[in-house]
C-alpha cells in the first residue's frame, strides 16, 4: 500500500482517511504523513471521548490530548494498538484489570536503558483514555490545572513525574502537536 500526499489525504473523508491509514504500514504512517493529517485521524477516531473525558477538569483539551497524540505516536503505538493505553501507563496489581508487556525506555541511575515494563491494559480505547484523564487528576499534577497554556500545561505535568524526558524539552516536542489541534478545535480548557 502506497502512502499518498497530504493533497490526496485533504480529498478524503473523515472516515476513508481513517480507514485508509488504520491500513497504512506503522512505518510509512510514522515517516510519511505528514503532521496536520496524522492530528486529523487522532482527532476524528479519539477526540469526542477525550472532550467527554475532561469534563470538569480544567485541564487544557489541546494539551491533554496532544500529550496523548505523541505518548501513543497517534494512536499507532504498540501499546495504544495492543492495551488501548495511550499514555504509558504503567499496570498497578489490583488496579488495572489487565497489563502488556514490552520494550520501553526508562532512566535508571541518570541513564536511559531499555526495559521490559508491564503497561496497563484496557478492554476500549474509551477506557484507557478515561484512565489517562483520571492520571491526570491525581493531586500531584495539581499545578497543571493552575497554569494559563496547554504548553505549560504539559511542562508542569512532565515536570511533576509524568514523563523521564525534560520537561522543557517534553514541552517542546509537544508544542506543535498543540498547536495544530488549536487550529482544528479552537477550545481552552475544560471546565
Known amino acids: 500500500m502506497a502512502n499518498k500526499t497530504k493533497s490526496d489525504y485533504d480529498k478524503m473523508s473523515n472516515d476513508e482517511l481513517v480507514a485508509y491509514l488504520d491500513k497504512l504500514d506503522i512505518n510509512l504512517f510514522k515517516s510519511y504523513t505528514?503532521?496536520?493529517?496524522?492530528?486529523?485521524?487522532?482527532?476524528?477516531?479519539?477526540?469526542?471521548?477525550f472532550a467527554e473525558a475532561l469534563k470538569g477538569t480544567g485541564l487544557f483539551y489541546a494539551g491533554v490530548v496532544g500529550q496523548s497524540a505523541y505518548e501513543s505516536g497517534f494512536g499507532r503505538s504498540e501499546a495504544t494498538l495492543k492495551a488501548n493505553n495511550f499514555a504509558g501507563v504503567k499496570y498497578v496489581a489490583g488496579k488495572h484489570p489487565d497489563f502488556y508487556e514490552m520494550l520501553t525506555k526508562e532512566k535508571i541511575n541518570g541513564k536511559t536503558v531499555m526495559v521490559k515494563q508491564k503497561f496497563a491494559k484496557y478492554p476500549t480505547s474509551l477506557e484507557g483514555i478515561q484512565v489517562f484523564v483520571d492520571v491526570l487528576k491525581l493531586p500531584k499534577y495539581n499545578s497543571a490545572r493552575k497554569v494559563s497554556t496547554p504548553e505549560d500545561q504539559v511542562y508542569e505535568i512532565a515536570k511533576s513525574g509524568f514523563a523521564t524526558a525534560n520537561p522543557t524539552g517534553y514541552k517542546n516536542d509537544i508544542k506543535g502537536i498543540i498547536r495544530r489541534i488549536q487550529n482544528k478545535i479552537p477550545i481552552g480548557k475544560v471546565i
Open 34 to 49: 505528514d503532521g496536520d493529517t496524522k492530528i486529523r485521524y487522532f482527532l476524528y477516531k479519539y477526540g469526542k471521548p
